[in-house]
């Protein structure tokens, strides 16, 4: 059983570019989560996607976008990056059964907005 | 979403237990206590989690107070691959199903040889 891989795992963009991050899910999860993370915080919820549609969404702006595949792998996209977007970026997958299951997250893509 | 606090950084040694503690007072009936660690250039790892009783796996222990106002995960035997930010979390579920973790601050545990 393959964990959850990301890439790429670090990139460099200048402020107002856009950028795509992909995450690849593990086996059998149909669910995928991607979570920011700033130098010294916690993650932050930015959005979660089932079965190719967005369920449910942190507080951040439409210019953070993401798809599903059918193969359950994702894409985060960001636009008119900003300095401030400069952070970890997490995925998560998980399975939709039962109700306590667990998330598991991949090594992240370090994102430097310059 | 449900809060928790923990305390911005713990000390221990090699060998001995560790109890980190974690306060939840909002927390509700329905809430579930996560607890995740993230170690250096990692992502998040899941620990434990438990609703009501305590819960005992391969990592670790999860106390729980009978109020549920209060937590404590116990490393039985702390080892130098303990040593990460631990997240003490109260999953949080959206009107459309969505399960999100909402991370604090954290406690960083260091663990001296």
């Known amino acids: 059983e393959t964990g959850v891989t990301q890439s790429p795992t670090h990139l460099i963009k200048t402020r107002g570019q856009q950028v795509t991050l992909r995450c690849s899910s593990q086996?059998?999860?149909?669910?995928v989560s991607w979570y920011q993370q700033a130098l010294g915080q916690g993650p932050q919820f930015i959005f979660q996607?089932?079965?190719?549609?967005?369920?449910g969404r942190g507080n951040f702006p439409p210019r953070f976008s993401g798809l599903q595949f059918p193969n359950y792998s994702s894409e985060l996209n960001v636009n008119a990056l900003e300095l401030d977007d400069s952070a970890l970026y997490l995925c998560?997958?998980?399975?939709?059964?039962?109700?306590?299951?667990?998330?598991?997250f991949g090594p992240g893509t370090r994102l430097t907005v310059l | 979403d449900a809060k928790t606090t923990q305390p911005n950084s713990m000390e221990s040694n090699e060998e001995e237990p560790v109890h980190l503690p974690c306060n939840h007072s909002?927390?509700?009936?329905?809430?579930?206590i996560h607890w995740y660690r993230q170690l250096p250039s990692q992502g998040p790892e899941y620990v434990i989690h438990?609703?009501?009783s305590n819960v005992n796996n391969r990592m670790a222990s999860l106390a729980i107070a009978e109020d549920r106002k209060s937590s404590t995960l116990i490393l039985h035997r702390a080892t130098l691959r303990d040593a990460a930010v631990y997240y003490c979390?109260?999953?949080?579920?959206?009107?459309?199903?969505?399960?999100?973790?909402?991370f604090g601050q954290g406690t960083r545990l260091t663990i001296n040889p």
């Open positions: 998560a997958s998980r399975t939709d059964r039962g109700f306590t299951n667990t998330q598991y």
């Open positions: 086996s059998g999860h149909n669910t």
């Open positions: 996607y089932y079965r190719e549609e967005e369920n």
């Open positions: 909002t927390i509700s009936g329905t809430d579930y």
């Open positions: 438990g609703l009501t």
């Open positions: 979390i109260l999953r949080d579920v959206g009107i459309q199903g969505a399960q999100k973790l909402v």
